[in-house]
């Protein structure tokens, strides 16, 4: 083996660790994976224990390194990409946390956003931040651990804090509390950064009573941080990357260019549009927030979420017990031609993005004596083509641009009836790479070029392989009805939880 063959890419998300090592083609080599708890100290409330975070990740690590004999010289760069928003605060003498990770899904300080908003901050958070202020960023969970901590203001006050997403947190670590530092994509998730002057906000820090000393270096998401330090990995290997997954999935994609669009669809399903040098303002209820790009200059993108994507597939296996396997879905909706009217609204959770109701609930409509459940699971398939039709229609309105294509990944793009379905819908073709690690591609892009194993974009575009390619086929028509029965169907979902 030569000196630097691969790049190591650390995908650090919500449920597992995983390490996978790419070569110069962008093919996977050698991949390792390790869950980690979840805690629910009360209902609405997820934490993680960092400790547990950085030893599954370095054990992931180490591991994939093994399954090829790989040793610290094999290994060009390291980058990283991590579950955003989760927030950790530690003790900068001891390095260790003052709190367990308050995990992006908890709910705990929607409170003080209700109190955010009563006051009027909504229209400064969302100029300076691009964000809409919510629970799920970072600043309110930096407030809670500093209020709740016992001793955490004092040590704030002299400096002794440190805070991170998990990107630094894994970087710290890796250098063992040589650098502080984090990434424009990750910064752009706190609600406490500055997206067009890339700095932390001063005047938001002093809202949320956060002294600047606690905030890592914002850097470019493709640059040379440092090295790790010799002992953990046996050599100092260059960290030359670090994005926030969903960013990094965009990065791997290839959307390089204004108008290129990814989905990934997992459990939830992710939509971002690279706007280029633009910071478009939403006004359909997207984020606006920055891409990963390659220079120090930012590029933005815009964000919109669909909160239960493939979770309704589960759901379907795991509660209604009519699946076998989520993939055993595709063979059901083959077997009908139609849904035989009936809409499933999967808002289990509430609407999002361009509906924003936390209060609607899942509404089945249409039903009819001839409903069988091969219609049912059509049906709830076509509802995430649906919700993601709706995400894509307020960014082609914010963006006055139509779609060009939509690129596609996540466990659930696997599904072939899903992705005719979506390019049917939308009128779009739809493109599926052969490799769906895009999160984790992205992420050793962004290293592998900022340290050279990688010349430019354009080397690394050569690697985006087609998978297969899926052309709309459905009439003007056609789609326009069915449109219009979802956006009766949500209607209904919304309407259910309004007359109470
Ligand atoms: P995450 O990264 O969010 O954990 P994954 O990208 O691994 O998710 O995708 C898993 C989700 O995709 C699950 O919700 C599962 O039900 C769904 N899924 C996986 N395979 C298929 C399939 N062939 N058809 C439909 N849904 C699928």
Known sequence: MTGGSYVMALDQGTTSSRCILFDKEGFIVSMAQKEFNQYYPQPGWVEHNPREIWSSQLAVAIEAMANVGATADNIAAIGITNQRETTIVWDRETGEPIYNAI?????????????????????LIKDRTGLVPDAYFSATKIRWILDNVDGAKVMAREGRLAFGNVDSWLIWNLTKGKIHVTDYTNASRTMLFDIHRCQWDEELLSLFKIPISMMPEVKPSSCIYGDSDPSVLGGPIMIGGAAGDQQAALFGQNCFEPGQVKNTYGTGGFLLMNTGSDAIRSEHGLVTTIAASLGPRPE????????????????????????KSSAASEEYADMVADTAGVYVVPAFTGMGAPYWDPYARGTIVGLSRGCRKEHFVR?????????????????????????????????????????????????????????????????????????????????????????RKFEARMDEAKRAELLKGWHRAVRAAIAWSEDI
């Open 103 to 123: 995990v992006w899904q908890c709910r705990r300080t929607a409170d003080q956003i209700e109190e955010l908003k009563k006051e009027g901050w909504d229209s």
């Open 300 to 323: 933005y993108a815009l964000e919109g979420s669909v909160f239960v994507a493939g979770a309704s597939i589960q759901w379907l296996r795991d509660e209604m017990r009519m699946l």
């Open 379 to 467: 049906a709830t398939l076509e509802s995430i083509c649906y919700q993601s039709a709706d995400v894509i229609k307020a960014m082609e309105e914010d963006a006055a641009c139509p779609l060009k294509e939509l690129r596609v990944d996540g466990g659930a793009s696997a599904n072939n009836f899903l992705m005719q379905f979506q390019s049917d819908i939308c009128g779009v073709t739809a493109y599926r790479p052969k490799c769906i690690e895009t999160t984790a591609l992205g992420a050793a892009y962004l290293a592998g070029i900022a340290t050279g194993y990688w010349k430019d974009k354009e080397d690394v575009e050569r690697n985006w392989q087609l998978g």
